[in-house]
């Protein structure tokens, strides 16, 4: 539930639209509105605690002490808040984070033409790189969730401009080749962080996208920093990440003896169900 403050916000914006019977107040509904929501309010955004209480035992030598999670919102953009607290709230699922569990994260990539995956573009679509996740409590039970980063908008993004991004559900997708590496309850921590502040970043088909987005979270806790080359897209566009790339360099580690080679898999693959019920598909305010 929203803090009324919050809710206040959204309101006051809805107040001060052209057509409205507070049209002419609505610079002063704007200041009252944004006096109550940065200057008394009583749930702050900075907070996380207040809308997400998390606290998370564990430690590598014992279970001794507590560490809780501090998730970076981006508190000027309402649209990226919610999303963030979306994905804040798919995460619960975890649970607490104790060093009994086993995790792991998983680099996956799907690329568009099974046959050759060197090519960027089949039948219009571009492949996909993504995450997932999975806490192992005990053998034969996994908590998992499956993730990436999507263009708000398809059709804006083929303006080569940044837009607004959103967070996809990637359950039960196919794909073709994934890096795995097992993470200690502190490392599973960090990446949850790290998802969250990311989740707020702006997509660019060329600058910033999926490949982009998996790469970075998955070298927050590796030890060797992955990076892919760019492609070239077709019709003149450019270069830009790919999953084409991602699978290529995979590839290469497995076939010359790299120390990742043993995590890595070529395959018909495919991502497990989320343990969650994903949200509903945001709505722009």
């Not at 002490?65 to 709230?89: F, G, M, P």
């Not at 104790?98 to 679509?125: F, H, K, W």
């Not at 401009?161 to 097992?182: A, T, V």
């Not at 084409?244 to 590839?251: G, I, P, S």
Request: aromatic share 16%; glycine share 6%; proline share 6%.
């Amino acid at each position: 539930m929203e803090p009324p403050s919050f809710r206040l916000y959204y309101f006051t914006r809805g107040l001060f639209k052209k057509g409205s019977k507070y049209e002419r107040g609505r610079y002063v509904v704007f200041l009252i509105g944004w006096f109550f929501f940065f200057i008394i309010n009583p749930f702050p955004l900075t907070a996380v605690g207040q809308f997400f209480p998390v606290s998370f035992f564990f430690s590598p030598e014992s279970n001794t002490h507590t560490v809780s999670l501090v998730y970076q919102l981006d508190t000027k953009h309402a649209y990226n808040l919610r999303k963030q607290e979306q994905l804040i709230s798919r995460f619960q699922c975890f649970g607490e984070l104790d060093a009994n569990a086993q995790y792991e994260v998983l680099l996956c990539a799907d690329v568009p033409d099974n046959d050759n995956p060197s090519r960027v573009i089949y039948y219009g679509q571009p492949g996909h790189v993504f995450l997932v996740l999975n806490k192992i409590p005990f053998p034969g039970d996994t908590i998992s969730q499956s993730f990436g980063l999507y263009p708000l908008h398809m059709f804006w993004s083929l303006s080569f401009h940044k837009i607004r991004s959103k967070i996809g559900n990637n359950e039960k997708r196919e794909y073709d080749i994934r890096l795995s590496k097992s993470l200690s309850a502190w490392e599973f921590a960090r990446l949850l962080e790290q998802a969250v502040q990311l989740s707020a970043h702006k997509y660019h088909i060329k600058k910033y996208n999926c490949m982009q987005f998996a790469l970075d979270l998955f070298n927050t806790v590796s030890d060797i920093q992955l990076s892919a080359n760019t492609v070239r897209f077709p019709f003149l566009v450019g270069k830009g990440g790919s999953p084409c790339a991602v699978y290529e360099k995979l590839k290469d580690l497995k076939t010359t003896g790299s120390p990742l080679a043993e995590s890595i898999r070529i395959d018909s693959l495919q991502s497990p169900a989320n343990s969650c019920p994903v949200n509903s598909p945001l709505t722009i305010h």
